[in-house]
T-cell receptor, first 112, second 117 residues
């Protein structure tokens, strides 16, 4: 089983749609969770951290389910500019530096 | 000025060449990383330097040799690479406080797209 698993997609949605991505992780000791966004041929950029209580940033909502070991990202009112690959990132749960594990990414295409 | 700058952006090299990738961070961070991103694969951590000490080396072949002369600069020296080493190489930095959650945010450079012929 992969440490961090995502559906690669692509998810093709029309503008204005609501879309949700899930990500599962295998290490129950993981304590930190993030969503990164990566545009084609560009570097990943932090989109948002994921907190235990869930958190929202504008049209984006992230949630964590520790019991089932998955995190989700919900995008409301999709824009063309949301088209990108969304990377699920999970901490290993150790105290060492460099302890983030990246998922393969889920590709989103928003169509006019 | 971006926080993490990488050069070159693109590199084509033969299997017998020696080249170096350079990374510089302007964020005052204390940890720097090299990642490899191959097509349709997750980012793979190659090397980590924390306070200029190498703290992780993920079984990377010896044809990749990192160097961290100070907390702001990181190099990846390449020699006798193989075609399967063709990938996007990303440098990143972070501020590690040892307190775990939310202190692990990575800031990436724009990457070097490497092609080995």
């Amino acid at each position: 089983r992969k440490e961090v698993e995502q559906d690669p997609g692509p998810f093709n949605v029309p503008e204005g749609a609501t879309v949700a991505f899930n990500c599962t992780y295998s290490n129950s000791a993981s304590q930190s969770f993030f969503w990164y966004r990566q545009d084609c041929r560009k570097e990943p950029k932090l989109l948002m951290s994921v907190y235990s209580s869930g958190n929202e940033d504008g049209r984006f909502t992230a949630q964590l389910n520790r019991a089932s070991q998955y995190i989700s990202l919900l995008i409301r009112d999709s824009k063309l500019s949301d088209s990108a690959t969304y990377l699920c990132v999970v901490g290993r749960g150790s105290s060492n530096t460099g302890k983030l594990i990246f998922g393969q990414g889920t590709t989103l295409q928003v169509k006019p | 000025e971006t926080g993490v700058t990488q050069t070159p952006r693109h590199l084509v090299m033969g299997m017998t060449n020696k080249k170096s990738l350079k990374c510089e961070q302007h964020l005052g961070h204390n940890a720097m990383y090299w990642y490899k991103q191959s097509a349709k694969k997750p980012l793979e951590l190659m090397f980590v330097y924390s306070l200029e000490e190498r703290v992780e080396n993920n079984s990377v072949p010896s044809r990749f040799s990192p160097e961290c002369p100070n907390s702001s600069h990181l190099f990846l020296h390449l020699h006798t690479l193989q075609p399967e080493d063709s990938a996007l190489y990303l440098c990143a930095s972070s501020q590690e406080t040892g307190q775990g959650f939310d202190n692990e945010k990575l800031f990436f450079g724009s990457g070097t797209q490497l092609s080995v012929l």
